[in-house]
C-alpha cells in the first residue's frame, strides 16, 4: 500500500511530501505532510445542521444559511464560499444549467452539455454581459483542450494513468504557450504546478472533503481536490456526473446510480473522504492493499482492471471485505500458470466465474458500474499496460 509521496526537482530538492500510516484495516490512520507550512484546519465555534428525512440539508447556523430543492431533489438554492445566496436551475435530465448570485454585481454562469451528458460549454455573465465562453474538447470523458468562443484554444492538457475518472493523472498544462506540470497528494488532489523551470507558480491545501485551505501563488488554472474542475467564486467542482460543494461537503444532486452507492445520496465518499475518492459522482471508492500489492508483482489484470471495481463499489466496511476475502482466496487457489498470454492478453472465463460467484455470495449484484459502455461482466480479453 502507498505509505509515501515525494516529490522533488531534477536537483533532489523536495517540493512536498505526504507520509501515511494505516490500521490494521487498511484504512488510512495518519498522513505527515513534512513540507510547507503548518495549517490550523479548526475555526472555534460551533455550526449546526439540519437534515429532512431524504438526507436532504435544510438549514445550517454560523451563519445561518438555508437551502431549498426541486421536486426532483436538486438543490436551487445554496451559498458561494464569500456567502453569496444562490440560485440554480436544472433541465429534465436534472443537469445544472444555470447558477445565479449578486455580490457588487449580477454574476451568472451557464451550462451547456454534449449529447453523452458530459460538460461541453460554460458561458459567464456579470449584469447581462457576456465576460466568458469556454469550450471543452474531449478524449473520452477527460478535457484535453479548453478554447474561447472564437476556438482558439486557451488551455490544453496532457493525461496519463489515473486513479479512475483522471483523478491523480493529468500531467500537463500547456497555458499561454507555456508548459506546467501537476504534483500530488496519495489521493490524487492537486497540491501543487511547477512550471517548465521546477518552480512553483502555485499550491493548495485542502480540508478533507476538499474545502481550500490555502492557496499560494498567482497562477490561474482550474484543477484542484480529486483533480476535478473546481470554480472558486461558485464553489462548485465538476465531477463528470454531477457537481460537488467541498463546503457543505455535499452533491448539488442526488446520484444518478441510485441507492446503490447508500441510502444517502447527497453525501460525498459515504462521509469517509479520508480514504475515499469519486471518480465520476457515482459513488466513492476505496483503495484495495491487496490488489494493488499483486498489481505490483504480476501485473494481472484482473486484480488491475476488475477486482478493484469490487474492493471500490460499496462504502460498507462489511460488504467490501466479504468481496475482498472471497476473491483473494479464490486468486490464491488459482494457478498462475497460463493466466497471461505471451501478447499479454487474458482469457476471462475463470475471472467472470469467480466475479460472479464472490459477489452474489455477499449479495450484491455482480455488475461491472465503472465500465464506460455500461455495466456488465468482463467478458473479453484486455491489453496489458
Known amino acids: 500500500m502507498l ?10 530538492e523536495i517540493i512536498n511530501k505526504h507520509v501515511f500510516t494505516y490500521n490494521n484495516l487498511d484504512l488510512i490512520d495518519t498522513e505527515t505532510i513534512t513540507t510547507g507550512t503548518a495549517i490550523d484546519t479548526f475555526t472555534e465555534g460551533l455550526k449546526t445542521y439540519d437534515y429532512n428525512n431524504v438526507n436532504q440539508l435544510l438549514n445550517s447556523t454560523n451563519p445561518a444559511e438555508a437551502f431549498t430543492y426541486d421536486d426532483d431533489g436538486n438543490m436551487t438554492q445554496g451559498y458561494t464560499p464569500d456567502g ?3 440560485t440554480a436551475t436544472y433541465d429534465a435530465e436534472n443537469r445544472l444549467t444555470s447558477l445565479t448570485y449578486n455580490g457588487s454585481i449580477n454574476h451568472e454562469t451557464k451550462y451547456y452539455y454534449s449529447g453523452d451528458d458530459m460538460l461541453a ?4 455573465y456579470e449584469n447581462g454581459s457576456l465576460v466568458s ?15 474561447d468562443a472564437s476556438n482558439a484554444v486557451i488551455r490544453e492538457y496532457t493525461w496519463g494513468l489515473n486513479m479512475g475518472g483522471g483523478i491523480g493523472g493529468l500531467l500537463n498544462l500547456n497555458q499561454g504557450g507555456l508548459d506546467y506540470s501537476y504534483l500530488y497528494d496519495g489521493k490524487g488532489n492537486v497540491m501543487a504546478v511547477i512550471d517548465s523551470a521546477e518552480s512553483v507558480v502555485a499550491s493548495y491545501r485542502y480540508d478533507v472533503f476538499g474545502v481550500l485551505l490555502k492557496k499560494a501563488g498567482t497562477f490561474d488554472q482550474p484543477f484542484r481536490f480529486s483533480t476535478k474542475r473546481y470554480d472558486e467564486s461558485l464553489g462548485l467542482s465538476y465531477y463528470g456526473y454531477r457537481f460537488y460543494t467541498p463546503i457543505t461537503g455535499r452533491w448539488l444532486t442526488r446520484d444518478p446510480l441510485g441507492e446503490a452507492g447508500g441510502i444517502n445520496l447527497y453525501q460525498m465518499t459515504g462521509n469517509n473522504s479520508v480514504n475515499f475518492v469519486d471518480p465520476w459522482g457515482l459513488y466513492g471508492t476505496q483503495s484495495c492493499s491487496y490488489y494493488k500489492q499483486a498489481c505490483e508483482i504480476n501485473g494481472g489484470p484482473y486484480e488491475c482492471k476488475i477486482a478493484t471495481v469490487a474492493c471500490k463499489s460499496f462504502p460498507s466496511q462489511n460488504t467490501l471485505d466479504c468481496i475482498r476475502q472471497c476473491l483473494q482466496e479464490k486468486h490464491k487457489d488459482r494457478q498462475p500458470e497460463g493466466q497471461c498470454s505471451e501478447e499479454g492478453q487474458t482469457d ?8 460472479q460467484d464472490c459477489f452474489s455470495g455477499c449479495y450484491q449484484n455482480p455488475e461491472n458500474p465503472y465500465d464506460p459502455q455500461g ?4 467478458d473479453g480479453p484486455v491489453t496489458l499496460y
Open 3 to 12: 505509505t509515501e509521496i515525494t516529490n522533488k526537482t531534477s536537483a533532489q
Open 84 to 86: 453569496y445566496q444562490f
Open 121 to 124: 460549454k460554460v458561458k459567464k
Open 133 to 147: 465562453d469556454t469550450r471543452f474538447i474531449r478524449a473520452g470523458f477527460l478535457p484535453i483542450q479548453e478554447r
Open 348 to 355: 476471462f472465463s475463470d475471472f467472470t466465474s469467480e466475479h
Open 375 to 378: 455495466p456488465d461482466l468482463p
